[in-house]
């Protein structure tokens, strides 16, 4: 079992409906949670940065981690066809190496 | 700034060929990582530099494999011999680690491998 489970998808959806993302993760040591956004041969990129549990919001975006369910969630709102991507969530103890879930394909079609 | 800059952007050559792949960190960044992604496997990181020295290279499949950090600006992976099973995309990553609230990877763009 990989430490950091996400479904692959893909998952489509309408302009402007809400989505969301989520990961499991088994590792407890786990303290500081991303989300990373990766557009089609590109490298990942850096979304969203959290520590430990609770909700942060940066703009259409609110990334979410509940550390007693082991579960990392990521909400667009408004989602734009620009939002196409893959997704990866990741985790990271302290000081560690990251690790990353398998990704989230996402389409939003217009 | 420019970013993570990585070279070959795409890199085709035959089984048993010695591929070289080549990164530039951030500049000011003390910490290089090397990825590996693949459909099937996902991102899977290969081995870490910390302040240009190999922290982990648990990763590392296996000793066809191997990377180097002569200086704080330059990192190079080495496959020799190569495989078709190293087809994949790698990827180089910086950060600044120290602080924990520094400890965001900047990823290049990726090296595309074919081995036929």
Redesign the interface.
């Known amino acids: 079992q990989k430490e950091v489970e996400q479904d692959p998808g893909p998952l489509s959806v309408p302009e402007g409906a809400i989505v969301s993302l989520n990961c499991t993760y088994s590792n407890s040591a786990f303290q ?1 949670f ?1 989300w ?1 956004r990766q557009y089609s ?6 979304l969203m ?1 959290t ?1 430990s549990s609770g909700n942060k919001e940066d703009g259409r975006f609110t990334a979410q981690v509940d550390k007693s369910s082991k579960y990392i969630s990521l909400f667009i709102r408004d989602s734009q066809p620009s939002d196409s991507a893959t997704y ?1 969530c990741a985790a ?1 103890n ?2 560690n ?2 690790t ?4 989230t394909r996402l389409m939003v079609k217009p | 700034d420019a970013g993570v800059i990585q070279s070959p952007r795409h890199e085709v050559t035959e089984m048993g060929q010695e591929v070289t792949l080549r990164c530039k960190p951030i500049s000011g960044h003390n910490s290089l990582f090397w990825y590996r992604q693949t459909m099937m496997r996902g991102l899977e990181l290969l081995i870490y530099f910390n302040n240009n020295v190999p922290i982990d290279d648990s990763g590392m499949p296996e000793d066809r494999f191997s990377a180097k950090m002569p200086n704080a600006s330059f990192s190079t992976l080495k496959i020799q011999p190569s495989e078709p099973r190293d087809s994949a995309v790698y990827f180089c990553a910086s950060s600044l680690r120290g602080t924990i609230q520094n400890e965001k990877l900047f990823f290049g763009s990726g090296t595309q491998l074919s081995v036929l």
Do not use: C, I, N
């Open positions: 500081y991303m990373y041969r590109k490298g990942p990129e850096l940065y520590y990866l990271d302290a000081g190496m990251l990353f879930g398998g990704g």
